[in-house]
């Protein structure tokens, strides 16, 4: 069952450095336990943002996850997986990677969530990216209820 939509905005980015920071803002609203779920397309700015939060949360410097389907990064209060399911192929790979047990320890993002849409039913915030013109992204940022996760 999806929780309730508790809020929708959206920003317009006009550089890295802005899309960092909105990361950083988004990284205060952030609980043990919550999914984030990043959407849009290759060059959009989802690494970008992730940087900002990472960076906000762990001080940490978020790498790229390029070839790598999760990086952890543990120095901050509460460790955060950053998962990209882009090279993912079939909706058994996240079984396979055992993504779920990383839930309950921490703080979960996901890039190319879109890509399994069961997903975002569990998502505490959906941010989706999409480019204005070549210099302004937009990026919506969809809050719900927070999830009881009972183990």
């Not at 569990?122 to 070549?134: H, K, N, P, Q, W």
């Amino acid at each position: 069952m999806r929780p309730q939509k508790k809020k929708a905005q959206t920003f317009f980015s006009r550089s890295p450095g802005e899309t960092k920071r909105l990361g950083a803002w988004l990284a205060r609203k952030l609980r043990q336990g919550d999914l984030v779920c990043f959407c849009g397309e290759l060059g959009s700015g989802k690494t970008t943002m992730i940087q900002g939060l990472v960076r906000s949360l762990t001080g940490q410097r978020a790498a790229s996850p390029s070839f790598v389907i999760l990086h952890e990064y543990d120095r901050g209060k509460l460790p955060v997986y950053h998962f990209d399911f882009y090279r993912l192929g079939k909706p058994d790979d996240l079984e396979t990677i055992g993504w779920q047990e990383y839930l309950f320890r921490g703080i979960v993002l996901v890039e190319w969530a879109d890509r399994y849409p069961e997903l975002l039913r569990e998502a505490r915030f959906i941010v989706t990216f999409s480019g204005e013109d070549r210099c302004v992204r937009k990026i919506s940022l969809v809050e719900f209820e927070r999830l009881s996760r009972i183990r």
